[in-house]
């Protein structure tokens, strides 16, 4: 009797199945709560706003499924949002123009206002999952977290006694992650740079640039 090749049908769909991380979510009001806002949710969310009209919002598509293809995982999901189908989501959001994209974790959000390319997806990505406050541990280490920012300017601690300066500099900073970059040091080197002849004594913040 012959073989019906059925069997090897099924297992090559299964095997090409796409996992949901690797998918563009389409978000809904049924299916945003759960997930999305939850304080206690480690996955961070790329979450596009768009109008199924909106020129900006069709060429940003393909990029955007490119992007969860290749980064998708529990760690970080996109997803999209109608909002000429999803009115309350779109007004509790503020969104007022397409696409608007927000940064979603822990039941914080982050709006992204920067470049919708390729590259520009990856790097705020990168830098959302990366810590928010960068240990600055030599000279060196503060040249990197300055070239990792488009505008070469990093806030910095100089660590010292007071774990209260210590936990209000780590809430701003995760507060600002998706906008500016912070770091902390405790190296006598760099505390000195960052002083600048100023005399300041540890704990205290400065800009570098």
């Not at 990029?63 to 009115?87: H, M, N, P, W, Y």
């Not at 100089?158 to 906008?179: N, S």
Request: glycine fraction near 10%; include cysteine.
């Amino acid at each position: 009797m012959p073989l019906r090749p059925l069997g090897m049908l099924s297992f090559v769909a299964t095997t090409l199945a796409v996992s949901p991380e690797k998918q563009v979510a389409v978000l809904t009001k049924a299916n945003w709560l759960p997930g999305l806002e939850a304080p206690d949710s480690k996955t961070l969310w790329f979450v596009k706003f768009y109008a199924p009209w909106c020129g900006h919002c069709k060429r940003m598509a393909p990029i955007l499924d490119e992007v969860a293809a290749d980064l998708g995982s529990e760690t970080i999901r996109f997803g999209k949002v109608d909002s000429t189908v999803e009115t309350q989501l779109s007004q509790r959001y503020g969104v007022h123009g397409y696409p608007t994209c927000y940064l979603l974790r822990g039941g914080k959000k982050w709006e992204w206002r920067g470049s919708r390319s390729k590259e520009g997806i990856e790097a705020i990505v990168a830098k959302m999952l990366a810590p928010p406050v960068a240990d600055v541990g030599s000279p060196a280490a503060l040249d990197a977290l300055l070239a990792a920012n488009a505008n070469g300017v990093a806030f910095v601690l100089a660590r010292g006694p007071g774990g209260a300066a210590h936990a209000a500099f780590e809430e701003a900073a995760v507060l600002q992650q998706h906008a500016l970059s912070f770091g902390a040091t405790e190296s006598a080197e760099v505390v000195a740079a960052l002083a600048a002849g100023g005399g300041a004594t540890p704990p205290f913040v400065a800009k570098a640039e």
